[in-house]
């Protein structure tokens, strides 16, 4: 099953954000982007979703064009936002079973560590629990896409560990885009990457690719 997208572009007023890009994933890849702040990696993912417009675009799921809004109510597309979703006044346990039904709500519950957590309220949860448990609910959706923005930022190495290995495990079954700056922990988990700049994609194969393009310094590097 392959995602694509082709000749996308994007602009607010004159600033030019993304001009003809490009892009594809494969259910069983994790293809990853790369870029500045404002290069316009969660305009990409937000144009993919449907929840914003694009100039231009052509979107298309095994050779049918699709469009993005009719995404989500076909399940074709899951989408992690870059800033929290979920309620800070729910207790993770009452929160499960209003993502999930029956014996699916079982994925969640008996995920590694939930259990530590799971009798808390959403906003008393560390970051790491937060973006961990988030990732599941999204990540275990029948949806064969998945698009995730930023899942690595600012969690502790305990559950970015964990979080890396459960896109891992659900690969096979899914094609996933992921944005983020933790270069290391998303070439470690991806089959292809590319760079965003200046509205166009670098190919990337390495963190020396990252380098030489101007991603990173040399401090970052080393």
Same mark, same amino acid.
């Given at each position: 099953?392959?995602?694509?997208?082709?000749?996308?572009?994007?602009?607010?007023?004159?600033? /030019?954000?993304?001009?003809?890009?490009?892009?594809?994933?494969?259910?069983?890849?994790?293809?990853?982007?790369? /870029?500045?702040? /404002?290069?316009?990696?969660?305009t990409l993912l937000k144009i993919i979703f449907?929840?914003?417009?694009?100039?231009?675009?052509?979107?298309?799921?095994?050779?049918?064009?699709?469009?993005?809004?009719?995404?989500?109510?076909?399940?074709?597309?899951?989408?992690?936002?870059?800033?929290?979703?979920?309620?800070?006044?729910?207790?993770?346990?009452?929160?499960?079973?209003?993502?999930?039904?029956?014996?699916?709500?079982?994925?969640?519950?008996?995920?590694?560590?939930?259990?530590?957590?799971?009798?808390? *309220?959403?906003?008393?949860?560390?970051?790491?629990?937060?973006?961990?448990?988030?990732?599941?609910?999204?990540?275990?959706?029948?949806?064969?896409?998945?698009?995730?923005?930023?899942?690595?930022?600012?969690?502790?190495?305990?559950?970015?560990?964990?979080?890396?290995?459960?896109?891992?495990?659900?690969?096979?079954?899914? /094609?996933?885009?992921?944005?983020?700056?933790?270069?290391?922990?998303?070439?470690?988990?991806?089959?292809?990457?590319?760079?965003?700049?200046?509205?166009? *994609?670098?190919?990337?194969?390495?963190?020396?690719?990252?380098?030489?393009?101007?991603?990173?310094?040399?401090?970052?590097?080393?």
């Amino acid at each position: 099953m392959k995602l694509r997208i082709e000749g996308l572009n994007k602009s607010y007023g004159n600033n /030019g954000i993304i001009s003809n890009l490009s892009v594809q994933c494969e259910k069983g890849e994790i293809v990853s982007v790369f /870029g500045r702040n /404002g290069c316009g990696k969660s305009t990409l993912l937000k144009i993919i979703f449907g929840s914003l417009k694009a100039d231009q675009m052509t979107l298309t799921i095994d050779e049918k064009e699709i469009n993005p809004k009719k995404s989500r109510s076909s399940q074709l597309i899951g989408y992690l936002p870059q800033s929290s979703f979920l309620p800070k006044e729910l207790n993770v346990r009452n929160l499960i079973p209003m993502c999930y039904r029956g014996d699916e709500q079982d994925k969640i519950f008996y995920a590694p560590r939930v259990s530590t957590f799971e009798n808390k *309220k959403i906003g008393y949860l560390s970051q790491g629990e937060v973006r961990y448990l988030e990732s599941l609910i999204v990540g275990n959706l029948k949806h064969p896409f998945l698009l995730l923005d930023e899942p690595f930022s600012m969690i502790e190495p305990l559950y970015k560990e964990l979080i890396k290995e459960f896109y891992l495990n659900i690969k096979p079954n899914k /094609g996933i885009i992921i944005t983020d700056h933790n270069y290391n922990d998303v070439l470690e988990i991806s089959n292809r990457s590319f760079l965003l700049q200046k509205g166009q *994609k670098i190919a990337i194969n390495d963190k020396n690719c990252l380098k030489e393009n101007g991603y990173l310094t040399s401090s970052d590097y080393n």
